[in-house]
């Protein structure tokens, strides 16, 4: 990084030159370019007709399946959410992302109101950020006190065996992004009329807390990967490749009928990887 983010405006009607020189290649992103935008939507076709025969079995079956999606703000988890359940049966699929709690909500105990957005059988939710608000920007912009994230850290993992042993599927994805990458995105959704909606201030106050949101993602992937409930960590400064690797590994995990391991592929070990260690080794 060449200046300190707390110089960047996003008012400003151009990009920084030093944002754009190093959006792509901040956080140590493995890659030096996109990946090819025509082999991209060749091959998200094909993982999609898996995704669709995944759903199919799924609903036979009557699993019941969640999918969260932590990450930092512009990380890209609305856009992976949206490749995932582009082709999937409305009717058995939902996209859960809670606004702030009701007054009533914060009386209640903090894993209750996302108890009551579980699949039912044979359905497949998605969370856009869920229980772990608590551990990142909860406590990040003080919504939440120090100990009322070192209980919640205490009580998750508990909380997840217990859906994992009621035989609930589930599949908790992190999406890192690189800091220059998070700063342009932000800008484009400060300029671009088609993603104002995108812009709050929680993006405008994550622009001087980088650093801050990088310990509390260390200490709630420290904490939280388990057994049951393993973190999978997903490099995102290349959407193209965070939705067909994110894509490929929810695939990998259930043999269901009909699945065409060639479609598949293989995971890029570059862009995804498994828990805490996965960012320290690679440095992102």
Known sequence: MTRDAQTFDLDSPKLPKWVDDNAFSSGGYPHSHAFDEREFADLLVRLQIELVKLQ???????ERIVILFEGRDGA???SV???FRQYMNPRRTRVVALPKPSTSEVGQWYFQRYVAHMPTSGEIVMFDRSWYNRAGVERVMGFCTPEQTEMFLKEAPRFEA?????GLKLIKFYIEVGREMQLARFWERRHNPLKTWKISDIDTAAVDRFDDYGRARDRMLETTHTDAAPWTVVLGNDKRRLKLNAIRHVLQLFDYEGKDRKVIGEIDAK??????GFLVNGKH
């Open 271 to 276: 862009v995804l990887g498994h828990g805490p």
């Open 76 to 78: 890209g988890k609305g």
């Open 81 to 83: 959410i949206g490749a």
């Open 162 to 166: 217990m859906l994992v042993g009621e």
């Open 56 to 62: 199919s079995w799924a609903i036979t079956r009557g």
